[in-house]
């Protein structure tokens, strides 16, 4: 069993830089599939989702070369099966892009339903609909999810998202990138990876425009050849290190980031007593007076993201006064709530909305990541807390936070991995 071992209660000084953004990274990598050439994919991080969908592709066929830590290349045009290797593609949420990228390509796919952190339902039901109006086939069969598209090549179309997802957003326009004609999607997502990927898809020949709007019009292109693209920095994991400088005080220099998609974030630790500096691309947190309360709804981008709810909450745990916090994307955000009462956090959660009770300090105590977000949170609170942390199942954070542990130690954080026998394993020698 392998844990993170936190002692907190110490300040936060020094410089983090931020790696390539997992949200935009678990997208742009599927879209690959979709060029006919070889694509160089720059400031990728260095996360086992990452891993695990260059992995997907080489076992698709895919030519996947290291060029550098953070760079690849990568050659899908000899790839001729649209079967997903069902191991690998049930521990990661994002193999959902993997089908509109091979139905867009080969007008087939077969991909098992996605897995990753367990939100209960999260289902597609928006991506089946995009790909079911542009001419597609899509049913469940034998722990697959089978998609064809009619004479094998989609048809573009006019699509009105029922609501604003992130993900059938970006999976329609994957499917669309190489259809015949026009597609347009109403009540799209504004997220920047949502940008991102277009802008990956625009740089290798495809004609997408509208993309940070609610409305994205793609023209089908006969194919798409090879170039080089860059990533965008990681919004999440920039919010992330600046709620652990909050939480700790201190003062922290966060490079390589993009101010304007941070906005959200720094508005609402301000409004907390915390001063945030924009620099051309970083910012610096600092924090010396007392953490103040505040009200957080996540929202749809330009709206504080969901993806840093238990974070902010973690912050929210230290600060003066009562907070309320609403979740206004994911119905099972809350999850975490247990773990961070064993830190003595004073939180009552109805439905998507939770009051939190600012106390004096934290106190250290073993917990466990139940997902991604939900772990770095009980990081932030570790290193705020007093006494020492032990956090079990940082599997789940290693999903989408690249040398989390190098990152804080490098700014004067005392924490470390620590491996201990398996339990199961002990009972077995003994």
């Known amino acids: 069993m392998t844990k993170y071992v936190i002692r907190g209660g110490k300040p936060l000084h020094g410089e983090i830089e931020i790696s390539g953004a997992k949200n935009a990274a678990v997208a742009i990598i599927p879209a690959a599939l979709l060029v006919d050439g070889v694509c160089r994919i720059e400031n990728i991080p260095q996360i086992s989702d990452v891993t695990l969908i260059l992995t997907i592709l080489q076992e698709l066929g895919a030519d996947v070369r290291t060029v550098n830590r953070t760079t690849v290349d990568v050659d899908c045009s000899h790839i001729r099966n649209g079967k997903v290797p ?9 193999s959902y892009y993997l089908i509109g990228a091979l139905l867009g390509r080969f007008g087939s796919a077969q991909v098992p339903p996605p897995g990753g952190c367990d ?10 609909k995009g790909f079911v109006a542009m001419g597609a086939e899509v049913d469940v069969r034998g722990g697959y999810i089978q998609a064809r598209a009619k004479g094998d090549k989609l048809v573009g179309t006019q699509i009105y998202m029922d609501m604003v997802s992130v993900g059938a957003t970006m999976n329609i326009m994957l499917a669309a990138t190489l259809a015949e004609g026009m597609t347009i999607i109403e009540n799209a997502a504004k997220e920047p990876h949502v940008v991102d990927v277009a802008n990956f898809l625009n740089s290798m020949g495809a004609d997408i425009m509208g993309a940070g709007t609610d409305v994205i019009k793609i023209k089908g292109v006969e194919r798409l050849t090879g170039g080089s693209y860059s990533i965008i920095p990681d919004q999440i994991e920039a919010g992330t290190y600046m709620a652990a400088a909050a939480a700790t005080g201190g003062e922290v220099l966060i490079k390589n980031v993009i101010p ?12 907390m007593g915390v001063d945030v500096e924009e620099r051309d691309d970083a910012v610096v947190v600092r924090r010396a007076g007392p953490l103040t309360r505040t009200n957080v709804k996540t929202l749809p981008y330009p709206g504080f ?29 809350y999850r975490y709530v247990d773990e961070f009462r064993r830190m003595g956090a004073q939180i009552q959660v109805d439905g998507k909305v939770a009051v939190i009770e600012g106390v004096d ?9 139940c997902d991604l977000r939900a772990g770095a949170a009980l990081v932030i609170a570790g290193l705020a807390a007093q006494g020492t942390t032990e956090i079990d199942c ?9 040398d989390i542990v190098r990152k804080l ?19 077995q020698i003994g």
């Open 86 to 94: 069902h191991e690998l593609a049930r521990k990661i949420r994002a």
């Open 260 to 271: 304007k998609h941070l906005e959200c974030i720094t508005a609402k630790l301000e409004e």
């Open 409 to 427: 130690s490098g700014v004067g954080a005392d924490i470390r991995v620590v491996v201990t026998p398996d339990e199961e394993k002990q009972a």
């Open 394 to 402: 940082i599997h789940h954070i290693e999903r989408g936070y690249e």
């Open 361 to 369: 300090h934290l106190t250290g105590a073993p917990v466990r990541a």
């Open 305 to 333: 993201p969901t993806d840093m709810q238990p974070q902010v909450a973690a912050v929210l745990c230290l600060a003066e006064g009562t907070s309320v916090l609403t979740e206004g994307v994911w119905d099972n955000r």
């Open 119 to 128: 939100f209960g339902g999260r289902p597609i039901d928006q991506h089946i």
